[in-house]
């Protein structure tokens, strides 16, 4: 016979490995379209490739290329000869609200 102690580490046993696997699922689905993303240049012609771009967006993207950093490289602790830049990012979101008044968005 089964205790209910049994049934319930049993239950939750598959409860988690169900949660783990979804999230590992999720995971590989993104890095897959990371790994598909076409590659592209970084020079003088980036500009105008973005701005032709439907919708003037491009999902995934890997940029190649040589980065100068604005100040100093950062180099890395854990690995010898690594060196990393800091990159501005700026990302405009753009919300549509409800006016009661006006009844539109």
């Keep these: ?13 598959l409860a988690f490995s169900g949660l783990f696997y979804y999230l590992y699922r ?11 993303a076409p590659k592209l240049q970084v ?3 980036l500009p105008v490739l973005v701005s032709t771009a439907d919708g003037r967006c491009l999902p995934y993207v890997a940029l190649e290329g040589i980065v100068l950093p604005a100040k100093a490289a950062l180099t890395s602790h854990y690995h010898e000869g690594l060196q990393g830049v800091i ?15 006006a009844r539109s968005w």
């Design 26 to 36: 999720k995971k590989a689905r993104a890095m897959a379209r990371i790994q598909e």
């Design 87 to 101: 990159q501005k990012l700026l990302l405009k979101e753009h919300r549509l609200i409800w006016n009661s008044l």
């Design 43 to 45: 020079d003088d012609d």
């Design 1 to 13: 016979p089964i205790t209910p102690g049994e049934l319930l580490c049993l239950g939750s046993s």
